[in-house]
């Protein structure tokens, strides 16, 4: 499965990175592609781009504050979740993120 991630927290320090690299990993583990876009406090990093965007099977916001550029992923299914949630257990998110996707 092809996953796009934004994470952001209201400093967009810490939580932002350790957000992104948690789920970068847990998506992997699981056997997926995954791109993470940071929006943190130096602005957007990892861009994601509409073509990734379009190419994505599942979306993933893990984020406490507003996501920049949001309508880059109009029509996708987006699971939307706290960074730190994101950071103490990635794994779990992805699964979630992935049920949630195939309930509907």
């Known amino acids: 499965m092809k ?15 350790m957000a992104a690299e948690a789920l970068e990993k847990a998506a992997k583990q699981l056997g997926h592609k995954i791109k993470v876009e940071t929006q943190g406090s130096i602005g957007i990093e990892n861009k994601i781009t509409k073509k990734e965007a379009d190419e994505a099977d599942l979306v993933i916001f893990a984020a406490d504050v507003a996501v920049k550029e949001e309508s880059r992923f109009t029509d996708k299914p987006i699971y939307k979740v706290e960074a730190q949630k994101a ?7 992805v699964e979630d993120a992935i049920k949630s996707l195939n309930q509907k």
């Not at 934004?6 to 990175?17: D, F, L, Q, R, S």
């Not at 950071?87 to 998110?93: M, Y």
């Open 87 to 93: 950071i103490k257990n990635a794994k779990a998110v």
């Open 3 to 17: 996953i796009v991630a934004v994470t952001a927290c209201p400093t967009g320090i810490a939580h932002t990175y």
